[in-house]
Protein backbone atom coordinates (compact mmCIF):
# COMPACT_ATOMS: atom_id res chain seq x y z
CA UNK A 1 0.00 0.00 0.00
CA UNK A 2 1.31 3.23 -1.03
CA UNK A 3 2.37 6.36 1.48
CA UNK A 4 -0.58 8.65 0.85
CA UNK A 5 -3.35 5.64 1.21
CA UNK A 6 -1.96 4.59 4.19
CA UNK A 7 -1.89 8.50 5.27
CA UNK A 8 -5.86 8.62 3.72
CA UNK A 9 -7.15 5.51 5.76
CA UNK A 10 -5.12 7.03 9.12
CA UNK A 11 -7.14 9.56 8.41
CA UNK A 12 -10.46 7.82 7.78
CA UNK A 13 -10.20 5.42 10.96
CA UNK A 14 -9.41 8.85 13.34
CA UNK A 15 -11.99 10.30 11.96
CA UNK A 16 -14.64 7.96 12.34
CA UNK A 17 -13.03 7.27 16.03
CA UNK A 18 -13.65 11.28 16.62
CA UNK A 19 -16.64 11.01 15.69
CA UNK A 20 -17.51 8.03 17.82
CA UNK A 21 -16.00 9.22 21.06
CA UNK A 22 -18.38 12.91 19.96
CA UNK A 23 -21.55 10.44 19.67
CA UNK A 24 -20.57 8.86 22.83
CA UNK A 25 -19.95 12.17 24.67
CA UNK A 26 -23.03 13.46 23.67
CA UNK A 27 -25.23 10.50 24.43
CA UNK A 28 -23.88 10.56 28.12
CA UNK A 29 -24.36 14.50 28.29
CA UNK A 30 -27.84 13.99 26.84
CA UNK A 31 -28.94 10.90 29.45
CA UNK A 32 -27.62 13.03 32.20
CA UNK A 33 -28.54 15.94 34.50
CA UNK A 34 -26.68 19.29 33.94
CA UNK A 35 -25.51 20.68 37.40
CA UNK A 36 -22.92 23.28 38.35
CA UNK A 37 -19.63 22.51 40.43
CA UNK A 38 -19.16 25.20 43.23
CA UNK A 39 -15.22 25.80 43.95
CA UNK A 40 -15.34 28.12 46.89
CA UNK A 41 -12.41 30.72 47.72
CA UNK A 42 -11.19 28.04 50.34
CA UNK A 43 -11.03 25.53 47.65
CA UNK A 44 -13.33 22.83 49.00
CA UNK A 45 -16.26 21.71 46.50
CA UNK A 46 -20.57 21.79 46.57
CA UNK A 47 -23.07 21.24 43.94
CA UNK A 48 -25.90 23.49 43.23
CA UNK A 49 -28.88 21.80 41.04
CA UNK A 50 -31.67 23.48 39.29
CA UNK A 51 -35.38 22.38 39.99
CA UNK A 52 -38.74 22.61 38.88
CA UNK A 53 -40.65 21.60 41.39
CA UNK A 54 -43.26 19.57 40.30
CA UNK A 55 -43.08 15.97 38.82
CA UNK A 56 -42.50 15.12 34.60
CA UNK A 57 -42.04 12.14 33.35
CA UNK A 58 -39.56 14.30 30.40
CA UNK A 59 -37.35 15.99 33.16
CA UNK A 60 -34.30 13.63 33.76
CA UNK A 61 -33.78 12.60 37.20
CA UNK A 62 -30.55 12.15 39.08
CA UNK A 63 -29.73 9.12 40.82
CA UNK A 64 -30.13 9.30 44.68
CA UNK A 65 -26.69 8.06 45.17
CA UNK A 66 -25.41 11.90 43.98
CA UNK A 67 -26.50 12.97 47.83
CA UNK A 68 -23.36 10.19 48.66
CA UNK A 69 -20.37 12.16 50.05
CA UNK A 70 -22.37 15.24 51.23
CA UNK A 71 -22.59 16.17 53.98
CA UNK A 72 -25.48 19.09 53.71
CA UNK A 73 -28.44 19.12 51.94
CA UNK A 74 -29.60 22.81 51.11
CA UNK A 75 -33.29 23.44 50.18
CA UNK A 76 -35.56 26.69 49.59
CA UNK A 77 -37.54 25.21 52.18
CA UNK A 78 -37.67 22.04 53.95
CA UNK A 79 -41.37 20.55 53.51
CA UNK A 80 -41.25 18.03 56.05
CA UNK A 81 -41.60 21.09 58.66
CA UNK A 82 -44.36 23.50 59.09
CA UNK A 83 -45.79 25.22 55.87
CA UNK A 84 -44.13 29.03 55.36
CA UNK A 85 -47.70 30.05 54.74
CA UNK A 86 -49.18 31.76 57.70
CA UNK A 87 -52.79 31.26 57.41
CA UNK A 88 -55.93 33.55 58.47
CA UNK A 89 -58.95 33.00 60.13
CA UNK A 90 -61.10 31.91 57.34
CA UNK A 91 -63.61 34.73 57.42
CA UNK A 92 -61.12 37.26 56.54
CA UNK A 93 -60.13 35.20 53.67
CA UNK A 94 -63.15 34.40 51.87
CA UNK A 95 -65.67 37.33 50.05
CA UNK A 96 -68.48 39.00 52.39
CA UNK A 97 -71.41 36.30 52.21
CA UNK A 98 -69.08 33.40 51.20
CA UNK A 99 -69.64 31.19 54.43
CA UNK A 100 -73.35 31.81 54.52
CA UNK A 101 -73.51 31.30 50.79
CA UNK A 102 -71.78 27.87 51.97
CA UNK A 103 -73.88 26.56 54.36
CA UNK A 104 -77.08 27.62 52.39
CA UNK A 105 -75.46 24.87 50.14
CA UNK A 106 -75.37 27.47 47.47
CA UNK A 107 -71.49 28.98 47.52
CA UNK A 108 -70.51 31.88 46.05
CA UNK A 109 -67.57 32.75 43.95
CA UNK A 110 -64.98 35.39 43.91
CA UNK A 111 -64.15 37.80 41.01
CA UNK A 112 -61.26 36.24 39.72
CA UNK A 113 -62.81 32.78 39.91
CA UNK A 114 -66.28 34.20 37.91
CA UNK A 115 -63.31 34.86 35.41
CA UNK A 116 -62.25 30.71 34.80
CA UNK A 117 -64.21 28.81 32.54
CA UNK A 118 -65.69 25.62 32.80
CA UNK A 119 -62.61 24.03 31.33
CA UNK A 120 -60.37 25.22 34.03
CA UNK A 121 -62.15 24.88 37.15
CA UNK A 122 -62.71 21.29 36.05
CA UNK A 123 -59.03 21.46 36.17
CA UNK A 124 -58.36 23.47 39.33
CA UNK A 125 -61.16 20.79 40.97
CA UNK A 126 -59.08 17.60 39.91
CA UNK A 127 -55.84 19.14 41.49
CA UNK A 128 -57.40 20.52 44.46
CA UNK A 129 -59.76 16.77 45.12
CA UNK A 130 -56.38 14.63 44.24
CA UNK A 131 -53.89 16.95 46.37
CA UNK A 132 -55.92 17.29 49.75
CA UNK A 133 -58.32 14.55 49.38
CA UNK A 134 -56.08 12.24 51.18
CA UNK A 135 -56.22 14.90 54.39
CA UNK A 136 -58.76 17.09 54.34
CA UNK A 137 -62.85 15.46 54.87
CA UNK A 138 -64.38 17.24 52.98
CA UNK A 139 -62.59 18.20 50.12
CA UNK A 140 -65.41 19.69 47.84
CA UNK A 141 -66.11 22.21 50.86
CA UNK A 142 -62.89 23.28 50.62
CA UNK A 143 -62.37 24.16 46.57
CA UNK A 144 -65.82 26.06 47.38
CA UNK A 145 -63.59 28.17 49.67
CA UNK A 146 -60.73 28.35 47.32
CA UNK A 147 -63.57 29.92 45.11
CA UNK A 148 -64.85 32.27 47.53
CA UNK A 149 -61.66 33.35 48.46
CA UNK A 150 -60.67 37.29 48.00
CA UNK A 151 -57.06 36.48 46.38
CA UNK A 152 -56.39 33.68 43.90
CA UNK A 153 -53.30 32.74 45.93
CA UNK A 154 -54.56 29.18 46.62
CA UNK A 155 -56.03 28.43 43.80
CA UNK A 156 -52.45 29.23 42.13
CA UNK A 157 -50.66 26.71 44.14
CA UNK A 158 -53.11 24.19 42.96
CA UNK A 159 -53.22 25.06 39.57
CA UNK A 160 -49.36 24.66 40.10
CA UNK A 161 -48.87 21.79 41.32
CA UNK A 162 -51.46 18.98 39.18
CA UNK A 163 -51.54 15.50 40.18
CA UNK A 164 -48.33 13.75 40.55
CA UNK A 165 -50.40 9.97 39.85
CA UNK A 166 -47.31 8.36 41.68
CA UNK A 167 -44.85 10.12 40.18
CA UNK A 168 -41.84 12.24 42.08
CA UNK A 169 -41.07 15.48 41.34
CA UNK A 170 -36.89 16.51 41.72
CA UNK A 171 -37.27 17.78 44.97
CA UNK A 172 -39.13 14.52 46.43
CA UNK A 173 -36.34 12.17 44.72
CA UNK A 174 -33.57 14.06 46.40
CA UNK A 175 -35.49 15.07 49.36
CA UNK A 176 -35.57 11.08 50.12
CA UNK A 177 -32.46 10.36 49.56
CA UNK A 178 -31.15 12.97 51.79
CA UNK A 179 -33.78 11.64 54.25
CA UNK A 180 -32.40 8.06 54.05
CA UNK A 181 -28.45 9.51 53.87
CA UNK A 182 -29.23 11.22 57.46
CA UNK A 183 -27.55 14.55 55.18
CA UNK A 184 -28.32 17.30 57.23
CA UNK A 185 -30.85 19.38 55.19
CA UNK A 186 -30.83 23.33 55.71
CA UNK A 187 -33.32 25.45 54.69
CA UNK A 188 -32.31 28.68 52.97
CA UNK A 189 -35.94 30.25 53.50
CA UNK A 190 -36.77 32.58 56.64
CA UNK A 191 -40.63 32.09 56.98
CA UNK A 192 -40.87 35.69 58.66
CA UNK A 193 -39.05 37.32 55.51
CA UNK A 194 -40.92 35.35 52.93
CA UNK A 195 -44.22 36.21 54.35
CA UNK A 196 -43.52 39.96 54.23
CA UNK A 197 -42.04 39.32 50.53
CA UNK A 198 -45.24 37.82 49.53
CA UNK A 199 -47.94 40.10 51.26
CA UNK A 200 -46.02 42.65 48.33
CA UNK A 201 -47.16 40.44 45.44
CA UNK A 202 -49.83 41.98 43.54
CA UNK A 203 -53.20 40.34 43.27
CA UNK A 204 -53.26 40.53 39.37
CA UNK A 205 -50.04 38.13 40.02
CA UNK A 206 -52.17 35.64 41.21
CA UNK A 207 -55.35 36.04 39.25
CA UNK A 208 -53.27 36.05 35.71
CA UNK A 209 -51.61 33.04 36.60
CA UNK A 210 -54.21 31.18 37.72
CA UNK A 211 -55.25 31.51 34.29
CA UNK A 212 -52.05 30.55 32.89
CA UNK A 213 -51.11 27.45 34.61
CA UNK A 214 -54.98 26.22 33.57
CA UNK A 215 -55.02 27.36 30.02
CA UNK A 216 -53.75 24.91 27.15
CA UNK A 217 -50.94 27.29 26.86
CA UNK A 218 -49.61 26.33 30.12
CA UNK A 219 -48.62 22.67 28.90
CA UNK A 220 -45.99 24.59 25.63
CA UNK A 221 -44.68 26.33 28.57
CA UNK A 222 -44.35 23.34 30.80
CA UNK A 223 -42.41 21.82 27.94
CA UNK A 224 -39.99 24.92 27.06
CA UNK A 225 -38.81 24.64 30.94
CA UNK A 226 -38.10 21.10 31.18
CA UNK A 227 -36.10 21.04 27.60
CA UNK A 228 -33.85 24.41 29.61
CA UNK A 229 -33.89 22.06 32.37
CA UNK A 230 -32.75 19.12 30.83
CA UNK A 231 -30.09 21.11 28.87
CA UNK A 232 -28.76 23.19 31.49
CA UNK A 233 -29.72 26.02 30.15
CA UNK A 234 -30.28 28.93 32.79
CA UNK A 235 -31.00 31.60 30.81
CA UNK A 236 -34.05 30.11 28.95
CA UNK A 237 -35.36 28.29 31.72
CA UNK A 238 -35.36 32.12 33.61
CA UNK A 239 -37.50 33.32 30.92
CA UNK A 240 -39.83 30.32 30.13
CA UNK A 241 -40.35 29.72 33.50
CA UNK A 242 -41.12 33.35 35.04
CA UNK A 243 -42.91 34.36 32.08
CA UNK A 244 -43.34 37.51 30.70
CA UNK A 245 -41.76 40.38 32.50
CA UNK A 246 -43.23 42.67 30.23
CA UNK A 247 -46.35 42.48 32.45
CA UNK A 248 -45.64 44.54 35.30
CA UNK A 249 -47.26 41.99 37.87
CA UNK A 250 -44.72 39.14 36.77
CA UNK A 251 -41.89 41.48 36.77
CA UNK A 252 -42.95 42.44 40.21
CA UNK A 253 -43.29 38.85 41.14
CA UNK A 254 -39.92 37.93 40.08
CA UNK A 255 -38.41 40.89 41.91
CA UNK A 256 -39.80 39.69 44.97
CA UNK A 257 -39.98 35.66 45.36
CA UNK A 258 -36.49 35.24 43.33
CA UNK A 259 -34.25 38.58 43.00
CA UNK A 260 -35.33 39.65 46.77
CA UNK A 261 -34.74 35.89 48.17
CA UNK A 262 -31.45 35.62 46.41
CA UNK A 263 -30.10 38.27 47.82
CA UNK A 264 -31.66 37.18 51.16
CA UNK A 265 -30.00 33.37 50.53
CA UNK A 266 -26.58 34.38 49.80
CA UNK A 267 -25.21 34.30 53.01
CA UNK A 268 -26.09 31.58 54.18
CA UNK A 269 -25.15 29.99 50.94
CA UNK A 270 -21.42 31.72 50.83
CA UNK A 271 -21.36 29.94 54.97
CA UNK A 272 -22.29 26.27 53.95
CA UNK A 273 -20.38 26.50 50.07
CA UNK A 274 -17.19 27.57 52.52
CA UNK A 275 -17.58 24.19 54.46
CA UNK A 276 -18.00 22.31 50.93
CA UNK A 277 -19.49 19.11 50.68
CA UNK A 278 -23.18 21.09 50.09
CA UNK A 279 -25.60 19.78 47.57
CA UNK A 280 -28.10 22.90 46.75
CA UNK A 281 -30.92 22.48 44.87
CA UNK A 282 -32.89 25.51 43.98
CA UNK A 283 -35.78 26.14 41.44
CA UNK A 284 -33.77 26.88 38.53
CA UNK A 285 -35.42 30.16 37.67
CA UNK A 286 -33.44 31.20 40.90
CA UNK A 287 -29.76 30.11 39.18
CA UNK A 288 -29.44 32.71 36.09
CA UNK A 289 -28.87 36.92 35.71
CA UNK A 290 -27.30 39.18 37.27
CA UNK A 291 -29.24 38.62 40.50
CA UNK A 292 -29.06 34.98 39.78
CA UNK A 293 -27.30 33.32 42.65
CA UNK A 294 -24.63 31.78 40.29
CA UNK A 295 -23.49 35.44 39.37
CA UNK A 296 -24.25 36.42 43.10
CA UNK A 297 -21.91 33.90 44.17
CA UNK A 298 -19.32 34.61 41.47
CA UNK A 299 -19.25 37.95 42.68
CA UNK A 300 -17.92 36.28 45.97
CA UNK A 301 -14.96 34.48 44.85
CA UNK A 302 -16.24 31.42 43.91
CA UNK A 303 -15.20 29.95 40.69
CA UNK A 304 -18.47 27.50 38.85
CA UNK A 305 -18.66 25.53 36.32
CA UNK A 306 -21.21 23.31 34.51
CA UNK A 307 -20.71 19.69 35.56
CA UNK A 308 -23.38 16.36 34.27
CA UNK A 309 -24.65 13.86 37.36
CA UNK A 310 -25.76 10.96 36.75
CA UNK A 311 -29.31 10.08 35.57
CA UNK A 312 -32.34 7.76 36.83
Not at 31 to 45: C, L
Not at 47 to 53: C, R
Not at 121 to 142: R, Y
Amino acid sequence: MSTSKKYTRFLNVLYATICALTIQSFAQAASGVQAFEVIAPSGYKSVILGSMHIPDTRLRQPVPSVLDGYTQFIVEFDTNKASLQKSRPLNETVIDGGLESLFRGTPVRAPWALDLNNRQISMLKKNVMCQSGHVIKDAETFFNVILMSRSAEYAAHFAMYPCSDGRKSRDEILMNAAIERRVKIVSLDNPDEVDLLRQQIPESFYTSVVKRLLSKEHEYDLRKVVDALNAGDMESLYRFGVGDMAKPEIAAFAKLMIEQRNLLWIPKLIEVLNEGKAFVLVGGAHLSGKTGILNLLRNQGFVIHPVTLPSI
